[in-house]
């Protein structure tokens, strides 16, 4: 059975990076400026204090009040430049 990628922590760091550790133990920085600036749902990430106030959901991942969230095996690629095919077929 293959296992599914999950965030155990976030931190936020500053502008649009988070700090990441996943349910593998791989740890991983994100800069996500760039989906906050390309979705209509995550404009009003582009104020920072708004930005750093994420929570883990129910997958778990990042998800923020405004309804948008990024999942975790795009964090994962992102975080550590493996994609989860390898992972997962490991």
């Known amino acids: 059975m293959k296992e599914c990628i999950c965030i155990s922590e976030a931190k936020y760091l500053d502008g649009y990076r988070?700090?990441?550790r996943f349910?593998?133990?791989e740890y991983g920085v994100v800069d996500l400026q760039d989906l906050v600036f390309k979705f209509p749902v995550a404009a009003p990430l582009r104020d920072l204090t708004q930005f750093a106030d994420f929570h883990l959901d129910s997958w778990?991942?990042?998800a923020?009040?405004?309804?948008?969230?990024?999942?975790?095996?795009?964090l994962?690629?992102?975080?550590?430049?493996?994609t989860c095919?390898?992972?997962l077929s490991a």
């Open 18 to 20: 988070i700090s990441l």
């Open 23 to 25: 349910n593998n133990g």
């Open 60 to 62: 778990p991942t990042l």
């Open 64 to 74: 923020w009040d405004c309804g948008f969230d990024v999942d975790p095996e795009s």
């Open 76 to 82: 994962y690629e992102r975080a550590t430049g493996k």
């Open 85 to 87: 095919n390898m992972l």
